[in-house]
């Protein structure tokens, strides 16, 4: 059994916005809202990053056209005693996916926790 942080990669497409800004504030609050009604105030949002694919630089992942936005967004959770990576994995997953119906996550990072670091998070005990 292990303790696990995963990161997870939303796109939240939101409408009626004119700006990248005004995007990420709706998506920012659509997605806290939506992880606040089923009670998972633990999950850690962010603003995601895109690379450019000629510089190698680093953007924030919010497109506007037409008043329609995509914002890539990434989710944070602690995951306590899991089994493995993979079902870490299916765990968060699974949680997030409750709060956002027909949102597609994907893995963006698992690591191992430490013995020092604690905190909120679901725990399978």
Do not use: W
Request: net charge negative; proline share 2%; charged share 25%.
């Amino acid at each position: 059994m292990g303790d696990y942080v995963v990161v997870l990669e939303a796109p939240i497409i939101v409408k009626d916005v004119e700006t990248n800004e005004d995007a990420v504030n709706v998506a920012v609050s659509k997605v806290t809202k939506a992880l606040n009604r089923e009670n998972l105030d633990f999950v850690r949002v962010e603003l995601g990053y895109s690379q450019c694919p000629v510089c190698g630089a680093h953007f924030e992942s919010a497109f506007v056209i037409g008043n329609v936005g995509l914002v890539g967004m990434y989710l944070t959770l602690k995951v306590f005693n899991a089994q493995s990576i993979e079902h870490a994995e299916r765990i968060a997953k699974a949680v997030v996916g409750k709060a956002l119906k027909k949102v597609p996550l994907k893995v963006f990072e698992i690591r191992e926790l430490k013995n020092s670091e604690e905190g909120n998070g679901i725990n399978l005990e």
